[in-house]
């Protein structure tokens, strides 16, 4: 693709049309849907909208039956039922069920723009879908999870993997060592 022609996309891209996704100004290469025309710069992004045009829809919401392709937005679609929203503006205190709702706002609002190197990536937020509860691991989530909502169906799909490491985790902090209990007395 020829640099004015990417300089196009870039400016229609920074007026917020909805043609193209994700990815950077430098990525040259453009990936088309073959069923609506919709462009991504990325290969990956683009099997992932694949899927929206598919009519078998494996996750289904519980609340409404509405069908999704992706456990994403599916879960993006349970917070609207839930009134969960995990990410909050430090500024405002107004709180968003996405992160890039949040990221917007604070561009928009506040002034704020989001600075993130090439390839970096943000913190992950792990939240509990029962309650809202936000920690900085899965495995705080994972302890929270199993301390507050014993029945969630979030402990039945964590792996058992998962599930014997943390356990292994919590047992070690239950039964700690008798020499740091003589050590804080």
């Known amino acids: 693709m020829e640099a004015g022609h990417l300089a196009v996309l870039c400016a229609f891209?920074?007026?917020?049309?909805?043609?193209?996704?994700?990815?950077?100004?430098?990525?040259?290469?453009?990936?088309?849907?073959?069923?609506?025309?919709?462009?991504?710069?990325?290969?990956r992004m683009l099997n992932r909208h694949v899927k929206c045009h598919s009519q078998v829809k494996r996750h289904l919401c519980t609340f409404c039956g509405k069908g999704f392709n992706?456990?994403?937005?599916?879960?993006?679609?349970?917070?609207?039922h839930t009134g969960i929203r995990p990410y909050k503006c430090e500024i405002c205190n107004k709180a968003f069920t996405q992160r890039?709702?949040?990221?917007?706002?604070?561009?928009?609002?506040?002034?704020?723009q989001q600075q993130y190197a090439y390839k970096q990536r943000r913190d992950k937020l792990y939240v509990c879908e029962d309650c809202g509860?936000?920690?900085?691991?899965q495995e705080d989530l994972y302890l929270h999870v199993n301390n507050a909502h014993p029945g969630s169906a979030?402990?039945?799909?964590?792996s058992k993997k998962l599930a014997a490491v943390?356990?292994?985790?919590?047992?070690?902090?239950?039964?700690?060592?008798?020499?740091?209990?003589?050590?804080?007395?």
């Open 133 to 137: 509860y936000t920690g900085p691991t």
């Open 166 to 185: 943390l356990q292994n985790k919590l047992t070690s902090v239950l039964q700690r060592n008798p020499e740091d209990d003589e050590e804080d007395e």
């Open 154 to 158: 979030f402990l039945k799909k964590t």
């Open 70 to 80: 992706d456990t994403f937005d599916l879960k993006r679609h349970v917070r609207t």
């Open 100 to 112: 890039c709702s949040l990221e917007s706002h604070l561009k928009k609002i506040h002034g704020v």
């Open 13 to 43: 891209e920074n007026q917020a049309l909805d043609t193209f996704t994700t990815g950077t100004c430098d990525d040259a290469a453009l990936h088309n849907c073959e069923l609506c025309g919709k462009g991504f710069r990325l290969q």
